[in-house]
């Protein structure tokens, strides 16, 4: 076995692991409201790592009426792409079992193509596909660098907006 193959192995393992730590604490996300923005860092890596989980955005807005929300948007930021990157590592570690097809090839041309901004594009918008496009960017070789920087860009802005929202929504309160 090779060094790249080695490497591709334990990246899908420690994704995995990592994942599967996420999912033990997902229940347990209100302990850590009371540590502030190191709190809000580890909801939003944790609820990025449960797919279909609204923790992120909603530790954002809630957030958002205590604390700074471009402090809040860009921790939460940090956190999300944390817990994003297993996805990534899930995806680049199964190139090994992938068997070569017109499917993989054809994901392989979309993200060589379009991957920028598909993935600019999922990470601002709120949805619950970006664990696929992470997937897709590790198994297609897309650079690593560059998809944790466009992530980052992409859900700082969503980040920005649902802090906002709460600060908004606290102003409305008072």
Do not use: E
């Not at 850590?32 to 923790?55: D, T, W």
């Not at 570690?93 to 993989?104: K, T, W």
């Not at 999922?122 to 560059?146: E, Q």
């Not at 700082?156 to 309160?173: A, E, N, P």
């Amino acid at each position: 076995m090779d060094v790249v193959t080695i490497f591709k192995i334990t990246s899908a393992v420690f994704s995995i692991i990592i994942m599967l730590i996420g999912f033990l604490y997902i229940k347990d996300l209100k302990k850590f409201k009371k540590y502030g923005y190191l709190g809000i860092f580890i909801i939003s890596f944790l609820g990025s790592i449960a797919v279909f989980s609204p923790a992120a955005p909603m530790a954002a807005i809630y957030a958002g009426t205590i604390y700074n929300p471009l402090l809040v948007s860009f921790v939460s930021a940090l956190g999300a792409i944390c817990g994003d990157a297993p996805g990534y590592g899930i995806g680049y570690g199964g190139q090994l079992i992938i068997p070569p097809s017109n499917v993989y090839d054809h994901i392989k041309y979309f993200m060589k193509i379009n991957g920028t901004m598909t993935i600019f594009v999922l990470a601002t918008i709120p949805n619950p596909f970006f664990d696929i496009a992470g997937i897709a960017a590790g198994a297609s070789n897309f650079p690593f660098w560059k998809f944790v920087i466009i992530s980052f860009i992409g859900k700082w802005i969503k980040f920005t907006i649902f802090s906002l929202v709460g600060r908004s929504l606290k102003k409305q309160i008072i």
